[in-house]
T-cell receptor, first 113, second 109 residues
Framework: EAGVAQSPRYKIIEKRQSVAFWCNPISGHATLYWYQQILGQGPKLLIQFQNNGVVDDSQLPKDRFSAERLKGVDSTLKIQPAKLEDSAVYLC???????????FGPGTRLTVL | QKEVEQNSGPLSVPEGAIASLNCTYSDRGSQSFFWYRQYSGKSPELIMFIYSNGDKEDGRFTAQLNKASQYVSLLIRDSQPSDSATYLCAVERYSTLTFGKGTMLLVSP
């Protein structure tokens, strides 16, 4: 069974630029999560999708972050414009359904200069 | 504000010893509790979860939960150098996980 795929693995941008991350969950997993993990911290939930609907986006900075999950499969997370404090690893996780094990992708390491 | 507290460590133990990792949480409505292991530069991987008071054992790992004290712990028996990693405690409510900052464990040969 293929795992959660994410791309790109690394991204370096300058502040005020835009960036997008892509996630392909495990086949059949209805729930998809985006987390932000700053160095030395635990993952922080940004947004949770159930199929293509948003379940929880209370911690998503909506003035600059946006996410979508078209057709309930792949998802993209966008930052526009980026700030220095957005430097972090962005993790995507998927789950067969709520209350099951979350499987994490390898993450995208973003550096904002 | 839901909070999950962990000692950042590092916790250093010799090979073969028992490592004890602790976590406290603030949300009394929390329903399930997870321990993830994260190697440097890698993504978290689930070790085990627990949702009932008491102990749950899985191989060398034992999770302990005390909801009255809002405390969850992970014991690793016969620690190996390959157990050296950051251990993340996560607390779940309504399918949303809140993670602690993690405890770094170092197992010396």
């Amino acid at each position: 069974e293929a795992g959660v795929a994410q791309s790109p693995r690394y991204k370096i941008i300058e502040k005020r630029q835009s960036v997008a991350f892509w996630c392909n969950p495990i086949s059949g997993h209805a729930t998809l999560y985006w987390y932000q993990q700053i160095l030395g911290q635990g993952p922080k939930l940004l947004i949770q999708f159930q199929n293509n609907g948003v379940v929880d986006d209370s911690q998503l900075p909506k003035d600059r972050f946006s996410a979508e999950r078209l057709k309930g499969v792949d998802s993209t997370l966008k930052i526009q414009p980026a700030k220095l404090e957005d430097s972090a690893v962005y993790l995507c996780a998927s789950e067969l359904s709520s209350y099951n094990e979350q499987f994490f992708g390898p993450g995208t390491r973003l550096t904002v200069l | 504000q839901k909070e999950v507290e962990q000692n950042s460590g590092p916790l250093s133990v010799p090979e073969g010893a028992i490592a004890s990792l602790n976590c406290t949480y603030s949300d009394r409505g929390s329903q399930s509790f997870f321990w993830y292991r994260q190697y440097s530069g890698k993504s978290p991987e689930l070790i085990m979860f627990i949702y009932s008071n008491g102990d749950k054992e899985d191989g060398r790992f034992t999770a302990q939960l005390n909801k009255a004290s809002q405390y969850v712990s992970l014991l690793i028996r016969d620690s190996q150098p390959s157990d050296s990693a950051t251990y993340l405690c996560a607390v779940e409510r309504y399918s949303t996980l809140t993670f602690g900052k993690g405890t770094m464990l170092l197992v010396s040969p």
